[in-house]
């Protein structure tokens, strides 16, 4: 592919989707590189609507191929939560430490065999004409007490796996990009890239 939007001004998720994408698309844009774009409001009740809306409009908009994602956290003591309020968990501008913050108060005192979750990611990639195919990923893990490890962003440093034995936060990114809920979805997107050559 020539072109394509990524519909995000977090630097992190774009280095991660370059990085991913690396090979698959000539020229990658952020929305940091358009002006006057309509903040859009992510009312969707799933991952995938809310990126199918993201992507939509913004396709319609720059008349380019857009890529979007929704992603989030669901703790399963929890019913889910914070699920696709992920990112606004401790309210509307929260930052990723206060929303780790905010979940390890609402896991406290519950142990540590009660303390499994599941990052989701759906990727929706939508195109000028309206047309938008979706992707999806998944990654089970269990919340720490307390954060570990520097990289990565969100809730990656309470996030443990297991098999590894290390927090996503502590993995190097190549590892982190193969195995994540977000790697996941791309990893299904490239496969369509390959096949609609």
């Known amino acids: 592919m020539k072109e ?3 519909a995000t001004r977090n630097p992190g998720k774009l280095k991660e989707i370059r990085q991913l994408l690396e090979g698959h698309v000539c020229t990658l844009f952020s929305l940091a590189d358009f002006q006057g774009l309509p903040q859009i409001i992510e009312d969707g009740d799933t991952f995938e609507k809310n990126a199918v809306k993201k992507a939509r409009i913004t396709a319609s908009i ?4 857009v890529l979007a994602d929704d992603s989030g956290l669901a703790v399963d003591i929890l019913d889910g939560k914070p699920g696709i ?3 606004r968990f401790a309210g509307e501008g929260a930052n990723d430490e206060q929303n780790n913050a905010k979940l390890l108060a609402e896991l406290h005192g ?3 065999g009660h303390r499994s979750a599941a990052f989701h990611c759906a990727v929706a990639l939508c195109f000028p004409d ?3 195919y979706t992707f999806a990923g998944e ?3 269990l919340i720490l007490e307390k ?3 520097s990289s990565g962003f969100g809730y990656d440093p309470l ?3 297991p098999e590894y034995n290390k927090t996503l936060a502590e993995l190097p990114h190549e590892v982190k990009n193969k195995i994540s809920h977000r790697g996941k979805a791309l990893a299904n997107l490239k496969n369509f890239f390959l096949q609609s050559r």
């Open 62 to 65: 720059l008349n380019k191929p």
């Open 4 to 6: 394509l939007v990524v």
């Open 85 to 87: 309020h992920s990112a």
């Open 110 to 112: 519950i142990p540590d």
């Open 147 to 149: 954060p570990r490890g």
């Open 139 to 141: 990654l089970k893990g």
């Open 130 to 132: 309206g047309s938008c």
């Open 159 to 161: 996030f443990f796996i």
